[in-house]
Every structure is written in C-alpha cells, then in structure tokens.
C-alpha cells in the first residue's frame, strides 16, 4: 500500500485516497468533440513518471497532483491542484 504525504494532512493511507486520472486526461469544456475524445482515450499510457489527480476523499478532501512513477510507485511530490 501507497503512503501518500498530503500537503494538508501529512502521511496518509492510500487507501485515504481515490485516483482520478492523469493531468493529460483533462480536457476543457470548450474543447472540439474529437480532440477530447483523442485526449482522453488515446493518449500515451509510457512507463515512468507520472502527474496523477488524486482525492483525499476520506482526510481533508482536497485534490492533489501526485507524481508517481508507474512501475516502482515511488512518489517524487504531492501538490495541491489548483486547475
Ligand atoms: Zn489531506
């Protein structure tokens, strides 16, 4: 299991938290139908870093940006979100 360091809350329980998506799959309102379709289901899933949305849906209930690396799952930093 996951120990996320939250900004607000300090170490957490992953399972304190719920995934979301990756930051390249938000896509504005005002985006065209296609590109948004392409931004969200055809995007590039590679091995490494990653920027992830996160809830901490059972602590402070902020949105935070965690980079984790996909295959070892290290966390490099935990942000709050601010779109
Ligand atoms: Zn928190």
């Known amino acids: 299991m996951l120990s996320i ?3 607000h809350c300090g170490p957490r329980a992953q399972s304190e ?8 799959a938000i896509v ?3 985006m065209p139908p296609a590109e948004a379709m392409r931004a969200l289901y055809t995007r590039a899933n590679p091995r490494g870093w990653s920027d992830e ?6 602590g402070c209930r902020a949105w935070l940006v965690v980079r984790r ?4 799952h290290a966390i490099e930093s935990v942000i ?4």
């Open 5 to 7: 360091d939250c900004p």
């Open 17 to 24: 938290f719920a995934y979301d998506r990756t930051l390249d």
């Open 28 to 30: 504005p309102l005002a």
């Open 53 to 58: 949305l996160w809830h901490h849906r059972f």
């Open 69 to 72: 690396h996909t295959v070892t």
């Open 80 to 83: 709050g979100y601010a779109p």
